[in-house]
């Protein structure tokens, strides 16, 4: 049996992290878009005289250390009385590492995946046990439940799927910019000293954006977060400053990577790849907004 699933790539704007010693109640506040890259993840489940589990990533085989989170899901998942292989390989449109969901998508694509296989819990259920080990693992707080739902989201209650509460702003005609250019390690940053700042800037801009839920303001906000926690600064933040001359919303670092973001109209897009191509960037995408859940079938190749 082969099963396929679709995460769309989640880009969070700002945030507020929650924590709570049960993972289900732990997540996070605050802003995001879900794109139509992402991770597709295929399932193969086949019998045999053992129980074994493997995870690949884009291909190459990877150690149970190096894909916590998703073993920990499989684990959870699979049957204990299941005797078999389960093959579990993730390809990822983006980088790791540079924010944009990357190991929530891996989780809730394996989760769903599964789910859907054995037929032992519901498309919540199988969300759910994704964002447990997201947290666990600090892989994420918020980007499990931000992809479920799609679009561009606000997340105004922290928690899992089921528990937390996520609402969508409208948009209409817009494609998103992704300009990666690093890796930062969200476990870091959620053990250092900026946390507070950010959960200060990040509550800020959650309450103005719920007075005016628009994407004008949501990047405005968002770049004012950003620079504000010093997440954005240095060659990036100069980086951002171009992109703003070519665009009518203002650029923002995705968090948590070492990356860009932007919203543009068609008629932005030219303007918008003749500066990059004058700063000498060429590793970047324009995307359309995924506006549905991710998408779990049985495939036949």
């Not at 390989?89 to 769903?112: E, I, K, V």
């Not at 937390?164 to 870091?188: A, W």
Request: glycine share 10%; hydrophobic share 45%.
């Amino acid at each position: 049996m082969l099963i396929r699933a679709f995460i769309p790539a989640h880009i969070t704007a700002f945030f507020v992290p929650k924590f709570n010693d049960d993972p289900l109640l732990a997540g996070s506040l605050g802003a995001g878009v879900n794109i139509n890259k992402g991770v597709n993840i295929f399932v193969n489940i086949e019998n045999s005289l053992e129980r074994h589990v493997h995870v690949a990533f884009n291909g190459e085989p990877v150690k149970k250390r190096n894909a916590i989170i998703s073993y920990s899901v499989a684990e959870e998942l699979v049957p204990k009385d299941f005797l078999g292989e389960v093959g579990i390989w993730q390809y990822f449109d983006f980088p790791n590492g540079y924010g944009f969901g990357n190991s929530a998508g891996g989780a809730l694509g394996t989760a769903l995946s599964l789910a859907f296989a054995f037929k032992n819990m519901t498309f919540l259920q199988a969300a759910q046990i994704a964002h447990k080990y997201e947290v666990l693992n600090k892989g994420g707080l918020g980007d499990v439940i931000a992809q479920i739902h799609g679009g561009i989201e606000i997340r105004v209650k922290p928690g899992a799927p089921g528990i937390g509460v996520v609402d969508n702003i409208f948009s209409e005609n817009y494609r998103v910019l992704t300009v990666p250019f690093g890796r930062l390690s969200t476990r870091k940053v959620l053990d250092s000293d900026v946390v507070k700042l950010i959960e200060i800037e990040g509550k800020k801009a959650l309450e103005k954006l719920l007075e005016k839920p628009n994407i004008e303001n949501l990047m405005k906000l968002a770049r004012s977060f950003a620079e504000r926690t010093g997440l954005l600064s240095g060659d990036l933040l100069e980086i951002a400053r171009e992109l703003d001359k070519s665009l009518k919303l203002p650029a923002s670092m995705i968090m948590l990577g070492k990356s860009l973001f932007a919203f543009l109209k068609d008629e932005e897009v030219e303007m918008v790849q003749k500066t990059l191509e004058e700063l000498s960037i060429q590793n970047y995408q324009i995307c359309g907004i995924w506006e549905e859940k991710p998408k779990v079938e049985r495939w036949i190749g």
